[in-house]
């Protein structure tokens, strides 16, 4: 039997401690965490959380709304664009999808350019090739430019593995992360980790919690009726607990989408997912 639970029930159960989460009914797609110090025991892409009809849009690309970014992507690619007079297939190749092998699994990270290194998203290092090799405009966050390349780089590592590396510089980020997942926002008083720890696999109100897991973004949400990043998935979030979000793009969602990222080392990149 489904268990539902409103947002004034999970408030005070949260008030008085909490409790454990609903057993998973069995067929759930799962891996093994990546350590034995990983705090859940099986990794659960939210694709399982969802309906057969939702699954089914994601695994047709035809039906999939989120493949039409994608093509706008593909034809971007070539484009030639700025003061320098370049397209991404300048520094790249004419064929995206095998230039990018290897890429959109392994962000955030840390990315080098000469002597400067800086910590970086993929959104944050398209526009940083748009600025400084291109000479061109940067895109705007959870536009459609930006949405589609992004989804071409991530797609480009659909199946393969989420691959983050949480050492080295890259360690205070995930630390910072961590910190941000299992502290109380807003007026609600919550975590990220009530809902998607604490209560993977039940509901709040028709909402079926899910693992919080990121392997699916940039994704086609059908509550938005079009796509958006992880970080306008983290912002929406915080306005739902009614606490003030951070910016996009920044370092405190840069470092939430690390440690996300790592909680679900091992997923296979699902980009462009479809969720509810």
């Given at each position: 039997m489904k268990k539902f639970i409103s947002i004034t029930s999970i408030v005070a159960l949260l008030c008085a401690g909490g409790y454990a989460a609903a057993e998973l009914a069995d067929g759930y797609t799962k891996v093994d965490p990546p350590n034995a110090e990983h705090p859940l025991d099986e990794l659960i892409s939210g694709y399982q959380f969802r309906k057969e009809g939702t699954q089914a849009t994601q695994d047709d690309d035809f039906e999939n709304p989120g493949m039409l970014l994608l093509d706008q992507a593909m034809d971007q690619w070539s484009v030639a664009e700025g003061s320098e007079g370049k397209a991404c297939s300048d520094c790249h190749s004419d064929d995206p999808l095998e230039s990018m092998q290897g890429v959109g699994s392994t962000y955030p990270k840390f990315t080098e350019e000469g002597d400067h290194r800086a910590f970086r998203n993929i959104e944050n290092q398209i526009n940083h090739c748009r600025t400084e090799r291109m000479g061109a405009k940067p895109w705007k966050y959870d536009k459609p430019d930006m949405l589609g390349m992004?989804?071409?780089?991530?797609?480009?590592?659909?199946?393969?593995?989420?691959?983050?590396?949480?050492?080295?510089?890259?360690?205070?980020?995930?630390?910072?992360?961590?910190?941000?997942?299992?502290?109380?926002?807003?007026?609600?008083?919550?975590?990220?980790?009530?809902?998607?720890?604490?209560?993977?696999?039940?509901?709040?109100?028709?909402?079926?919690?899910?693992?919080?897991?990121?392997?699916?973004?940039?994704?086609?949400?059908?509550?938005?009726?079009?796509?958006?990043?992880?970080?306008?998935?983290?912002?929406?979030?915080?306005?739902?607990?009614?606490?003030?979000?951070?910016?996009?793009?920044?370092?405190?969602?840069?470092?939430?989408?690390l440690y996300t990222s790592w909680r679900g080392q091992g997923l296979p990149i699902e980009t462009p997912a479809v969720r509810n």
């Open positions: 992004t989804i071409l780089v991530r797609h480009a590592d659909r199946g393969e593995p989420v691959n983050v590396a949480i050492d080295g510089d890259a360690e205070s980020y995930f630390e910072r992360g961590k910190e941000m997942y299992y502290t109380r926002y807003g007026q609600l008083d919550m975590a990220c980790s009530h809902c998607h720890e604490d209560n993977y696999g039940n509901y709040i109100r028709a909402d079926h919690l899910s693992q919080g897991q990121t392997n699916g973004f940039p994704t086609y949400r059908l509550k938005w009726q079009g796509v958006g990043s992880v970080h306008r998935r983290f912002k929406g979030c915080m306005k739902n607990i009614r606490a003030e979000p951070y910016k996009v793009g920044e370092e405190d969602f840069l470092s939430l989408e």
